[in-house]
């Protein structure tokens, strides 16, 4: 049963304004300027320079340092940062006991694929640089960051590196042919398909679409450490969490799926008064705490 207050969530959303002409750099202003809830005073960020990369620890009181998150935001590969996810990463902090080393990859069409896997990496081999056991290392991210999430995994595991303990994806878009979103769409969705197929175009930069590192939903994904994938059961992506988990389990992967009814994309960003967005969120840091021993 929904709580009470994803009706006044769905509302807020519902009434913000759709500017559909806006450019890449308007949009780009405006998510970083859209209001926010506020991060907690006792929050701890520092700005890191992560193997050539920009990275911040995102930490809070009780986060184990030898326990990390590697934390790949969302976006469409062309939008966000570390700026318009630090409270939601804060509370990932929170909840699993542990630092959080976000990055800001290189977003496209400026730079487009492969450009985010190999910022990923570089940044993954520089946590190990640093002395983080690989088996104290989670990668994560929420929709373009829940992609790059499994790319980052196939990438190092393609390369003989030692693999984190887990991976998670909140709300991951795998696709870039946009499978889900076309079937799913609905007028007023939150997700819609020309929107979502613009980003898809810039961040491959004429590859083909069914590139693994760039689509994993098309890779074998034989050999990825433990996933948790987390979607919501009223989202346009739906599809690509559903088949994710089909083709890794397929080939021995160990998935945990939760599909979250009612819920719409990547509804952790709204735990600061959704209560369903904050149980999501500790149910990470259950999954976190229990694959990090």
Same mark, same amino acid.
């Given at each position: ?14 009434? *913000? ?10 949009? *780009?202003?405006?998510? %970083? ?5 506020? @991060? ?5 960020? %520092? ?8 990275? #911040? ?29 630090? #409270? ?39 946590? @190990? ?7 104290? !290392? ?7 960051? =829940?992609? @790059? ?14 693999? +984190?303990?887990? =991976?998670?994806? !909140?709300? +991951? ?22 929107? !979502? ?12 679409? &069914? ?17 948790? !994938? ?30 979250? %009814? ?20 500790? &149910? ?5 705490? #229990?694959?990090?021993?």
């Amino acid at each position: 049963m929904p709580s009470k207050e994803l009706e006044a969530v769905l509302e807020l959303m519902r009434s *913000r304004p759709v500017q559909p002409d806006l450019s890449l750099e308007e949009q *780009r202003a405006a998510f %970083e300027a859209a209001p926010r809830f506020p @991060l907690a005073e006792d929050v701890k960020c %520092e700005e890191v320079d992560a193997g050539g990369v920009p990275g #911040e620890w995102i930490t809070t009181p009780g986060a184990v340092d030898e326990r990390v998150i590697f934390y790949l935001h969302g976006g469409g590969y062309v939008l966000c940062s570390i700026n318009t996810h630090r #409270e939601l990463i804060s509370r990932l902090s929170r909840a699993a006991g542990a630092r959080v080393l976000a990055i800001d990859y290189r977003l496209a069409p400026e730079s487009p694929f492969p450009a985010a896997v190999h910022d990923s990496v570089s940044a993954y081999r520089w946590l @190990l640089s640093q002395g983080v056991e690989p088996g104290h !290392i989670v990668v994560g991210g929420d929709s373009a960051g =829940g992609g @790059l999430t499994v790319a980052t995994l196939l990438a190092i595991r393609d390369a003989e590196g030692p693999l +984190p303990a887990a =991976g998670v994806c !909140i709300s +991951p878009w795998v696709d870039m042919e946009c499978t889900s979103v076309i079937k799913h769409a609905t007028t007023g969705g939150m997700i819609q398909p020309e929107h !979502i197929l613009g980003m898809a175009k810039a961040y491959l930069g004429g590859v083909d679409a &069914r590139t693994p590192l760039a689509s994993p939903i098309f890779a074998d994904l034989k050999g990825l450490p433990p996933l948790l !994938i987390q979607v919501g059961g009223a989202e346009e992506l739906l599809d690509d969490s559903t088949r994710l988990a089909e083709r890794a389990e397929a080939v021995g992967v160990d998935v945990t799926l939760e599909s979250w %009814e009612d819920m719409f994309h990547v509804w952790h960003s709204y735990a600061g008064m959704l209560p369903e967005g904050q149980q999501a969120i500790d &149910r990470i840091g259950e999954f976190v705490r #229990e694959k990090m021993g």
